[in-house]
């Protein structure tokens, strides 16, 4: 999924995300300051508010080359591990 910039990657990279840090739609979404439908939406169509991604960078230290373009390089080892594990 390296460098694949289709909605769909960046929706499975989105929910691979979320998955690994343990929070559901509805926690993330508040925890990010945004709206559960927003979130869901953003999620579900691939294309994330500069908000949510900010959000994943500075609580989790997922970034923005990960969530649009399967970057690992700059994630912590033990995230790239919970993130792979959802990863389908």
Do not use: C, W
């Not at 960046?10 to 995300?17: D, Q, S």
């Not at 690994?20 to 939406?41: D, H, M, P, V």
């Amino acid at each position: 999924m390296r460098g694949d910039t289709s909605p769909e990657a960046i929706h499975k990279r989105l929910v691979a995300a979320r998955q690994a840090t343990g929070l559901s739609q509805k926690e993330l979404a508040a925890n990010a300051g945004i709206k559960y439908t927003t979130f869901r939406s953003q999620e579900q169509s691939g294309s994330p508010s500069v908000r949510l991604m900010a959000y994943f960078l500075a609580a989790f230290q997922i970034d923005f080359n990960f969530i649009l373009g399967g970057d690992p390089s700059k994630l912590p080892a033990d995230t790239l591990q919970e993130i792979v594990k959802n990863l389908d």
